[in-house]
């Protein structure tokens, strides 16, 4: 009896170690490359860094009147969205190799997936981009031109607006990663359409005066003076 | 010279090769004042040049309302009026805008009639009398001076943008005293002609309300001699009902940040300013002063105040920003916009344009409120004042942003490092 509880035991820790065997180089290996490419995602970014500011590449885009991407950029430097982007890459695909050693017998499937995706994902990050970029334009665009016809809820006009295109470009994007399906495209038709709502809210209450100014001159005869007659050139 | 380019339509008697005086009227979609200008033009060249041999010309590439079958209706009457159409190379050249293509046809024609003057008109300038060609054409002719601008007579509170904005920048800049720069009408010398097609002034970009700024500064930093005429009052057809009041704005300020972007070596080195010389006497302005509601222009002002702060933020220093809260918790304009608070927005927003710190379209248009908060409390400051108290308070201000001046050139040069 003594022999088979020794023989259990003995099973027992080989069949551990084994696994541990197995598990540990794996792990060190994730580890090994997230490490890796975390120094080599650094030090490329910083090369990128270095030579970007020896080019004066922000005042260069500057000059070649490429603000939107100066706007989207941390501290509007494009130099360090590009550091950024750089680290990041070298770091994610350290993590995919970590992981594709790592998981060589427990997720084969992974991987494969993950590499088929990311020509939509990259798409769907460039849409959700696009749209950021266009949000912040058009919220601006709209405040400022609310601003100058003396709307009063010009704020929540250009708020209104910001949203419709970020819950857009979201949508679309969700939409082309084949995330959610009918939710997603119900959510936006609530979304958008209570947005849709507000916007005609806005308008409708925030420039009330300037309609009814409007119709007052029409219905008023010509010879009324105007509100400011002034030349301002 | 560029005959063969242009498609210049003459009748008999055969057409002049020479004229002394060159006046050229560029003209798109202005087909109900085009025939007066040109008339009046006329009568004016029949006037005063009895001893000179000039021409009249009407240049126009793009009209679609009847404007050039007007310039033909008027040849029957005068065969010597000469009409510069669309030319094939016009047509398929880039071309920065269509009033900048027609200014440029009238400047060759006057370089190829070896005029010693060019007069270019304003088409929709309805209030025109005939003696203003004798009166901006004299100071070229007898007096060799390079390029002469009108000052149009105005209401006092009129002229807005001029006297808070484009009088003071362009003294402080330049170091000329040009009251009105942007009169849409002026007299040019042969030898500024000559310069103006030599350096391709006109090939750059420039929007149609830019020439006169383009050409101002062109003839400022080029050392050539300007001076000034007193005119009656200028009335243009359709002004103030097809452009907003920041359209309009953005319109004038983009194109005095361009040129002084194009500039720069010249503007910073002048310091203080110099009178520039006058022709005429002032012509009183008649009729009492349009109303103006300055209380809804600082409620604008204080709207900007609420509403746009993230968007001056990118180019106001914090301490400004901080002025203008505060100034914004008023009422009414009694505070007001100090001088050297005013000038350096103006030239805040100079430097936000040169570093296209947003889009700049954006950026001129977000200058609306404050330009309007400006003035409402100048109308609360001298709109009781009579017009020389007016006249005076704008020189004040304009002496203000000569003083600044050292603030906008440091900007300029630290925009990182100084910043207050």
Redesign the interface.
């Known amino acids: 009896m003594w022999d088979q509880i020794k023989g259990a035991l003995y099973g027992a820790t080989h069949r551990v170690l084994v696994g541990v065997a197995n598990f540990l180089p794996g792990l060190l290996a994730l580890v090994l490359a997230v490490l890796l490419s975390s120094l080599v995602g650094w030090a490329l970014g910083a090369l990128v860094g270095l030579i970007l500011r020896a080019l004066d590449f922000d005042k260069r885009l500057?000059k070649w009147?490429t603000?939107a991407l100066a706007?989207w950029s941390p501290k509007n430097s494009p130099t360090l969205l590009l550091r950024k982007t750089v680290t990041w890459t070298v770091v994610v695909l350290g993590w995919l190799v970590g992981l594709t050693a790592f998981g060589a017998g427990v997720t084969p499937q992974l991987i494969p997936h993950v590499v088929e995706s990311l020509p939509n994902l990259g798409t769907a990050i460039i849409v959700v981009l696009l749209g950021v970029l266009l949000a912040r334009?058009l919220a601006?665009?709209v405040?400022?031109?609310a601003?100058?016809m003396?709307i009063?809820s010009?704020?929540l006009l250009s708020l209104a607006v910001k949203w419709l295109v970020l819950v857009l470009a979201a949508a679309m994007a969700l939409d082309h990663l084949r995330v959610g399906g009918e939710i997603v495209r119900l959510g936006f038709a609530i979304l958008f359409g209570g947005i849709v709502l507000a916007l005609a809210l806005a308008i409708g209450l925030g420039s009330k005066e300037i309609v009814s100014r409007s119709w007052e001159r029409q219905t008023h005869s010509k010879a009324d003076?105007p509100?400011?007659?002034?030349?301002?050139? | 010279m560029h005959d063969s380019n242009q498609r210049i339509a003459t009748a008999a008697p055969a057409p002049p090769t020479t004229a002394e005086i060159v006046v050229g009227v560029p003209s798109c979609n202005h087909a109900g004042t085009v025939a007066l200008v040109l008339r009046t033009a006329q009568t004016g060249l029949g006037e005063f040049g009895s001893g000179q041999s000039s021409l009249l010309v009407s240049a126009d590439t793009q009209s679609s309302d009847g404007t050039r079958e007007q310039v033909r209706g008027l040849r029957a009457e005068n065969p010597l009026l000469r009409e510069l159409g669309p030319t094939e190379r016009a047509a398929g050249a880039a071309s920065p805008g269509v009033e900048v293509r027609e200014l440029r046809m009238i400047l060759e024609q006057a370089l190829q009639m070896r005029a010693r003057a060019c007069l270019v008109l304003d088409a929709s300038l309805t209030s025109m009398a005939p003696d203003w060609v004798a009166q901006l054409v004299r100071p070229v002719l007898d007096e060799q001076f390079d390029m002469v601008v009108p000052c149009f007579a105005r209401h006092k509170l009129d002229g807005g943008i001029s006297n808070g904005i484009v009088y003071p920048l362009t003294r402080a800049l330049y170091g000329k005293r040009v009251r009105q720069a942007l009169g849409g009408v002026f007299a040019l010398s042969s030898r500024l002609v000559e310069r103006f097609l030599a350096r391709r002034v006109w090939d750059i970009e420039v929007s149609a309300l830019g020439t006169d700024a383009r050409a101002m500064t062109e003839a400022i930093c080029g050392e050539y001699a300007v001076c000034q005429v007193f005119l009656g009052p200028a009335e243009h057809a359709g002004s103030g009902s097809s452009l907003d009041l920041s359209s309009i704005l953005a319109g004038v300020m983009g194109s005095v940040f361009d040129e002084m972007n194009r500039n720069v070596a010249f503007w910073q080195k002048v310091r203080g300013s110099q009178p520039v010389r006058w022709f005429g006497t002032p012509v009183e302005m008649g009729g009492n002063p349009p109303p103006v509601d300055a209380h809804k222009m600082w409620e604008s002002f204080r709207l900007g105040c609420r509403t746009l702060q993230d968007v001056w933020a990118a180019v106001l220093p914090p301490a400004t920003l901080l002025a203008l809260k505060y100034l914004a918790r008023d009422d009414a304009a009694g505070a007001g916009l100090a001088d050297d608070l005013w000038a350096r927005i103006v030239y805040d927003f100079a430097l936000g344009y040169r570093l296209a710190v947003m889009n700049r379209g954006h950026l001129l248009r977000a200058l609306t409120p404050l330009y309007l908060g400006w003035l409402a409390s100048f109308v609360h400051e001298v709109g009781a004042a009579p017009a020389q108290d007016v006249e005076r308070r704008v020189q004040q201000l304009s002496m203000v942003y000569e003083a600044q001046k050292p603030y906008l050139i440091s900007r300029w040069r630290w925009p990182d490092r100084f910043n207050p």
Not at chain 1, 227 to 233: E, Q, R
């Open positions: 500057q009147g603000v706007e334009f601006r665009a405040l400022i031109s601003v100058n003396q009063q010009a704020r003076p509100d400011d007659a002034l030349k301002h050139l």
